[in-house]
């Protein structure tokens, strides 16, 4: 039976963090200038963490909060979702961060880079801007990502009060040590809407990273998760 709640919550959900997300980026550049310093990572970094976990709080009563297609995915191989309200799931979250790039250009019409929309340009000098490097960064990434969701948010014998937090300080994290590698995607949502909105060739040329690497990631992490750890607690419950 499919849950069209659970569509809205994740649209909802994925705009928020497709604008506040590189909205946090947009703010770094202009206080920080276009360099990573230190300062503009930890604003992006918190920027990120911090709507995730509260958009966790707000929707994960409602749909899981999944927020990303490479937490989706996962959730629909493990059978904590089902197949029809995964792919609604999905859609609702590309659809949500198409329409939230779009708001922050009209927003911020001047803003012409697509970098300054939050875009994902692939690997950086620090990885010699080898693909072969930021695919496994963004697999190592996501992997982590979603270890701790499915031992927060999904395991039965987890504290529900702080999985919120700890999904978004994860977040946090990952972007700390990310940003400066890969851009730290890790969902493909949130790199593909300043892409297809910017309909910048470099950005959509690498769009098969970020959609690949997460989603592999995420799989490997939800498998290990779910029939090591989640299915034993479901089975003393």
Same mark, same amino acid.
Request: glycine share 14%; charged share 10%.
């Given at each position: 039976?499919?849950?069209?709640?659970?569509?809205?919550? $994740?649209?909802?959900?994925?705009?928020?963090?497709?604008?506040?997300?590189? %909205? &946090?980026?947009?703010?770094?550049?202009?206080?920080?200038? $276009?360099?990573? &310093?230190?300062?503009?990572?930890?604003?992006?970094?918190?920027?990120?963490?911090?709507?995730?976990?509260?958009?966790?709080?707000?929707?994960?009563?409602?749909?899981?909060?999944? *927020?990303?297609?490479?937490?989706?995915?996962?959730?629909?191989?493990?059978?904590?979702?089902?197949?029809? /309200?995964?792919?609604? @799931?999905?859609?609702?979250?590309?659809?949500?961060?198409?329409?939230? =790039?779009?708001? %922050?250009?009209?927003?911020?019409? #001047?803003?012409?880079?697509?970098?300054?929309?939050?875009?994902?340009?692939?690997?950086? $000098?620090? %990885?010699?801007? &080898?693909?072969? &490097?930021?695919?496994? !960064? $963004?697999?190592?990434? =996501?992997?982590?990502?979603?270890?701790?969701?499915?031992? =927060?948010?999904?395991?039965?014998?987890?504290?529900?009060?702080? @999985?919120?937090?700890?999904?978004?300080?994860?977040?946090?994290?990952?972007?700390? !040590?990310?940003?400066?590698? =890969?851009?730290?995607?890790?969902?493909?949502?949130?790199?593909?809407?300043?892409?297809?909105?910017?309909? /910048?060739?470099?950005?959509?040329?690498?769009?098969?990273?970020?959609?690949?690497?997460?989603?592999?990631?995420?799989? *490997?992490?939800?498998?290990?998760?779910?029939?090591?750890?989640?299915?034993?607690?479901?089975? #003393?419950?």
């Amino acid at each position: 039976m499919v849950n069209p709640r659970a569509w809205l919550a $994740e649209g909802i959900s994925t705009f928020g963090l497709v604008f506040f997300g590189p %909205l &946090s980026v947009i703010l770094a550049v202009v206080a920080f200038g $276009e360099g990573l &310093s230190i300062e503009a990572i930890i604003m992006i970094s918190l920027g990120h963490g911090g709507i995730i976990a509260l958009m966790v709080y707000a929707f994960g009563h409602i749909s899981g909060a999944h *927020i990303n297609p490479a937490v989706t995915i996962p959730m629909m191989i493990t059978k904590k979702i089902g197949i029809a /309200d995964g792919v609604g @799931y999905i859609i609702s979250q590309i659809i949500g961060g198409i329409i939230a =790039t779009l708001t %922050l250009v009209a927003i911020l019409p #001047e803003i012409g880079k697509p970098v300054l929309w939050g875009g994902h340009g692939g690997p950086s $000098e620090l %990885l010699n801007n &080898s693909a072969m &490097s930021g695919f496994m !960064v $963004e697999i190592i990434l =996501t992997f982590f990502l979603v270890v701790v969701i499915f031992m =927060t948010a999904v395991h039965k014998k987890a504290p529900k009060s702080v @999985y919120g937090a700890a999904i978004g300080g994860m977040v946090f994290l990952l972007h700390l !040590v990310g940003v400066p590698l =890969t851009g730290a995607s890790m969902n493909p949502a949130r790199s593909f809407a300043p892409a297809i909105v910017s309909g /910048d060739v470099g950005l959509l040329e690498i769009q098969w990273l970020y959609w690949a690497a997460p989603i592999i990631g995420g799989i *490997i992490a939800g498998v290990i998760m779910n029939y090591v750890f989640v299915k034993k607690a479901e089975q #003393e419950a």
